[in-house]
C-alpha cells in the first residue's frame, strides 16, 4: 500500500466527517424551529439536510470499508 494513496483515503474520511457535523448542525437548527416555533418551511429544510446525511453516511461507509480492506 502507498503511504500517498493511505493519506489521500484518510484526507477524504476528514472532508466528509466535516461535512457530516456541519450538515448535521443544520439540521438539527431546522429541526429545533420546526418544533419549538411550528416553522414549517424549516421542517422542509430539515427534511432536506436529513437526505443530504443520508448520502453523507453512506459516502463514509464506502470510503471507510474500503480503507479497512487495505
Request: glycine share 2%; no cysteine.
Amino acid at each position: 500500500m502507498q503511504p500517498s494513496l493511505i493519506l489521500y483515503t484518510l484526507k477524504i474520511m476528514k472532508e466528509l466527517i466535516e461535512k457530516i457535523n456541519a450538515e448535521f448542525e443544520a439540521f438539527s437548527n431546522e429541526a429545533n424551529q420546526q418544533a419549538e416555533k411550528g416553522n414549517k418551511a424549516a421542517g422542509t429544510r430539515a427534511r432536506k439536510s436529513a437526505l443530504e446525511l443520508s448520502k453523507l453516511f453512506k459516502d463514509f461507509r464506502k470510503v471507510s470499508v474500503e480503507e479497512s480492506k487495505k
